[in-house]
């Protein structure tokens, strides 16, 4: 991590910012060494996490909380036996629960990470790890005074296209990479615009529980459209940068062992689908390190080039690439490769994929077990937090920001 980012977290603790907690520092495990789970938010990421965790055989899922009725009762038809609860501090009380999964909208991350920790659960936390610069403090500072296990939804991470970069990056095959550019693109029919989601008819103030989810927002009636279609709205989310980017910067800070950006600039707008959203549709972020430079693009007018990452050194290149359309075959793939540099690896021969993936949930229960660092730790979450929102301030203020003044702007 970089120095200025060490110096900034102890500026923060020594303020005040960071809570202080007392942390179990061992837990008796379930029934045959078993870690009990609970999860916190079961809509649609909770329920595809709730399927993984259902699959890990030292795991066992005890308890979900949803402040929405529907995605409890949801819950249960997936996990029969499982308590549903509608208030996160009636999970974190329970001690038969030893690790927590929080899969709430970006704007309550912090709280249910901060909560979590302060009740001394493990615990598996939904990328982007919060919603602004100053609760990333805030989240690393607590994580580092405990001694619990924190893996961040970035599953990327776990991937053996990251161990495949790591090593051949380390192998010096690659040499000096001065840039990376990547991308990221998806479409939707005429109309529709990316993440709209349909209002269900039980979507009632009978049935949600509006003030947890506004989680301290500016209290006004309740609106199920921004309920259930948060993501679109500054208040709530980052957009496409804390939902996709985060996933990349992450592979590509991680591949790169770089610190944190210097600076970051993005430009874009609403300019896909017209409908009422806030967050853009369409971007370009340039992110600036010491002798490196990162772009990122995105649309949601046009899927043909999928997503991916390419690393350009001055041996060699590498290649990830996910879900572009193949020009001949019409097929889409993944892939990561790797193609040397004629001028300064002559007899260099192109390489591909080595290394499985691993599984990122089951990797999360493992540590729980091992106590050992997961796959995607607190700092990776908040070093892509940071870079995400960086771009996000950029884009509000209209100018290209440093990380120093990222750090004292108000919000996005
Ligand atoms: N890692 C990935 O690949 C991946 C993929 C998709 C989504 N995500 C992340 O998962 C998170 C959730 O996204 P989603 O699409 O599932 O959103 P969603 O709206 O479908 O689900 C969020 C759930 O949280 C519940 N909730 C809201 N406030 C709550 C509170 N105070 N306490 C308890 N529950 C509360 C809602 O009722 C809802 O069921 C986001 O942070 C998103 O970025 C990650």
């Not at 999970?91 to 030893?98: A, E, G, Q, S, T």
């Not at 959203?277 to 899927?303: C, G, H, K, L, M």
Request: aromatic share 8%.
């Amino acid at each position: 991590m970089a120095i200025n980012t060490r110096r900034h977290f102890l500026t923060q603790a020594a303020s005040g910012m960071a809570v202080a907690l007392a942390y179990p520092s061992s837990r008796v495990l379930g029934a045959n060494n078993r870690v009990r789970v609970g999860m916190i938010g079961v809509g649609a990421r909770g329920q595809e996490l709730l399927k993984q965790i259902l699959e890990v055989q030292d795991a066992e899922l005890v308890a979900v909380v949803d402040i929405y009725t529907r995605r409890c009762e949801e819950a249960k038809r997936l996990a029969s036996g499982i308590i549903t609860l509608n208030d996160h501090r009636r999970l974190l009380d329970r001690n038969d629960i030893d690790a927590v999964i929080v899969a709430s909208p970006l704007h309550i991350h912090a709280r249910h990470f901060l909560d979590t920790l302060a009740a001394g659960k493990d615990l598996y936390a939904e990328k982007t790890m919060t919603w602004s610069i100053a609760e990333a403090e805030q989240c690393l500072a607590a994580a580092k005074k405990s001694d619990r296990v924190v893996q961040v939804g970035l599953q990327h991470e776990s991937s053996g296209a990251l161990a495949d970069s790591k090593k051949w990056m380390k192998d010096g095959i690659v040499g000096k990479v001065t840039q990376v550019n990547a991308w990221m693109s998806r479409n939707t029919p005429h109309g529709k615009g990316q993440w709209v989601r349909q209002v269900p008819d039980d979507c009632t103030p009978q049935n949600v529980n509006w003030n947890a989810f506004l989680n301290g927002r500016q209290d006004r009636p309740f609106d199920p459209y921004k309920f259930i279609n948060w993501r679109l709205f500054w208040e709530f989310s980052g957009g496409n940068v804390t939902e996709n980017l985060i996933h990349q910067i992450a592979f590509i800070l991680s591949a790169l062992d770089v610190p944190l950006p210097t600076a970051a600039s993005m430009s874009g707008g609403v300019f896909s689908e017209k409908d009422g959203r806030e967050v853009p549709d369409t971007i370009a972020v340039t992110y600036e390190f010491p002798d490196i430079v990162v772009t990122w693009q995105s649309t949601f007018s046009n899927s043909h080039y999928g997503l991916g990452e390419h690393f350009l050194g001055s041996d060699g290149t590498i290649e990830h690439v996910a879900g572009a359309t193949e020009m001949v075959t019409g097929e889409s793939r993944e892939a990561i490769r790797y193609y040397p540099e004629k001028a300064n690896r002559r007899d260099g021969i192109p390489l591909a994929s080595q290394t499985p993936n691993q599984n990122h949930m089951a990797n999360w229960v493992d540590c729980v077990r091992t106590r050992k660092a997961p796959n995607a730790p607190v700092e990776i979450g908040y070093r892509s937090a940071i870079a995400a929102h960086m771009a996000n301030i950029s884009y509000r203020q209209k100018q290209r920001v440093t990380l120093e003044a990222a750090r004292s702007a108000p919000p996005k």
